[in-house]
């Protein structure tokens, strides 16, 4: 079959979201209503628990991650989201100018009571830099979240950071799990068999570094979630390159596989398993932006984008969608805005609910000296029969800039690692980027389609002719390929160029970059 030596596209959707007409879902997982959920004053890193009655609650931070004089806050609502309650309860520290507040690590416990997890960190004369636990306890609500108190406290090494990162997740065996990480401990869970009244000493379950890996990533945010047959599947953040890293357990615990990365880069995870036995995970972009829903049909192996969490009517949407090339090696991007920390429930009707904070530069602030950040909702739908396993894979352009910043750490060959290149109708993806190109070597791929989409900067396609001669150039003495006969084509982004097996191509930009996606298609077999 004769293909057309190039063909250019303005819109990245007729490559990868317009594959969405492809995929056999008979109900595909959609967001069916955003809410805002709070806007009167700065709320950050929320969770959330439905109530015996129906209700959700929402607790959240009013200030930074449990800076100093951050307190507790509590919402509610009672209309599935639609509407949300004034603040009816704080819980604060009993000396707010060095310490500050978290509660988190919500759970139902079946016999209608409220668990969650309450964390004092003191920072000595304020300083961030010097954080430590003051205590760890277990609150319980007896009332439907209108009031908690202490059930019992957590063992912690003194003056280390101990800190859950929930929820709490019942295991099939009856017993209770409590996530979390301790500074210069490790990450894991401390557990409970008698409904929270008493807790183990923290187990370390995350091997650090992994097999294979020569730095400790220090793993931190987490999520579990337990499969249908008993399974726990854990998904974790790592400090170092943004990459999650997997983990399992097949006895309620007892052994752990070895971490695993995946194809996925972020940060603030949250899991929740579906009712057609999926996963479905919600983590803050790793272009710090965006709230990114992924679904997994091998229990977490495996993730396939589905979609972006989007502002709701009347807030304004979050700017910079798009990942930028200068921030990529900062340890952290804000840019105008970004959302993250979601808290996934199920609702009794069986929707899901997720709440996850946000910030924008465009909101107003809500006191002086205070962030902008408030806390959206989304509802999805939880359909028992989607049939999206095996589907294409599709990657997010945001997430470029992620593995770029992940090379510049790790080096290059982390990127290819991080794709799974069984994926799909035998396609590889990677992300490129080619700087300061003047090389007249020129190649040919006889077995493969080449497919390249331009996210940023501009560079020269050369494409046909043929393969002149070998030549020769310095240093290292490297035998190249010279092309004749070559059609020019300047391309930059949104620009799609497909280059058929047989095609000689080569790409150059002498005095600037290009930033790619490029996708290998090969033949079947």
């Not at 930074?64 to 520290?93: H, M, N």
């Not at 978290?102 to 079946?110: C, T």
């Not at 979050?318 to 921030?327: G, S, T």
């Not at 791929?445 to 494409?463: R, W």
Request: aromatic fraction near 8%; include cysteine.
């Amino acid at each position: 079959m004769k293909y057309a030596a190039i063909t250019l596209l303005m819109a990245i959707g007729m490559v990868l979201t317009g594959l969405e007409g492809n995929w056999a879902c008979a109900d595909p997982i959609k967001v069916l209503r955003a809410d805002n959920v709070y806007a009167k004053g700065t709320a950050e890193c929320p969770d959330a628990v439905v109530a015996a009655n129906g209700d959700i609650i929402v607790v959240f931070a009013n200030h930074g991650d449990v800076q100093p004089g951050a307190e507790s806050l509590f919402i509610r609502s009672s209309d599935g989201g639609k509407t949300w309650s004034d603040v009816y309860l704080k819980i604060g520290a009993d000396d707010p100018s060095e310490t500050g507040t978290a509660v988190y690590d919500f759970l139902l416990l079946d016999n209608g009571n409220i668990l969650a997890a309450r964390t004092d960190i003191y920072m000595p004369g304020g300083d961030l830099h010097k954080h430590q636990t003051s205590r760890l306890d277990i609150l319980q609500s007896t009332d439907n979240g209108k009031t908690f108190n202490k059930l019992s406290s957590v063992r912690y090494p003194k003056g280390e950071l101990a800190a859950p990162y929930g929820p709490m997740v019942k295991l099939a065996d009856g017993s209770i799990i409590m996530p979390g990480f301790i500074q210069n401990v490790g990450n894991g869970y401390w557990q409970s068999r008698d409904q929270g009244k008493s807790w183990s000493d923290f187990r370390v379950v995350w091997q650090d570094p992994p097999e294979g890996v020569k730095q400790h990533l220090w793993f931190n945010e987490t999520a579990y979630e337990v499969m249908a047959d008993g399974m726990i599947v854990a998904v974790a953040r790592n400090d170092v390159n943004d990459v999650f890293y997997r983990i399992e357990s097949k006895d309620n615990g007892r052994t752990w596989s070895k971490p695993q990365p995946l194809a996925i880069l972020g940060g603030s995870p949250a899991m929740q398993l579906m009712a057609d036995g999926s996963l479905i995970i919600a983590i803050r972009d790793a272009g710090r932006v965006g709230l990114n829903i992924y679904q997994s049909h091998d229990a977490g192996q495996n993730w396939r984008y589905l979609f972006s969490l989007q502002a709701p009517e009347g807030v304004p949407p979050l700017p910079n969608q798009r990942w930028e090339r200068p921030k990529v090696d900062q340890a952290w991007q804000p840019g105008e805005g970004h959302s993250g920390y979601p808290a996934i429930v199920k609702l009794p009707d069986g929707n899901i609910y997720i709440v996850t904070h946000v910030h924008n530069i465009h909101s107003p602030p809500a006191a002086p000296g205070r962030d902008t950040y408030g806390l959206m909702g989304h509802l999805l739908n939880n359909p028992k029969d989607d049939k999206t396993a095996g589907a294409e894979q599709v990657f997010p352009a945001s997430q470029i800039g992620a593995i770029l910043r992940a090379q510049i750490i790790s080096g290059p060959t982390v990127a290819p690692a991080l794709i799974d290149s069984t994926v799909g109708n035998g396609m590889q993806i990677t992300p490129q980027r080619i700087e300061n190109r003047t090389s007249n070597d020129a190649e040919v791929h006889q077995n493969e389609d080449d497919i390249f989409y331009i996210i940023d900067g501009s560079a020269t396609f050369h494409l046909g002719g043929t393969l002149h001669d070998t030549w020769t150039y310095s240093p290292g003495n490297q035998a190249g390929h010279e092309q004749k006969g070559a059609r020019e084509y300047v391309v930059g982004p949104g620009d799609l160029v497909f280059v058929p097996r047989g095609t000689v191509h080569r790409i150059t930009c002498p005095n600037g970059f290009v930033e790619v996606l490029m996708m290998k298609r090969a033949e079947k077999q």
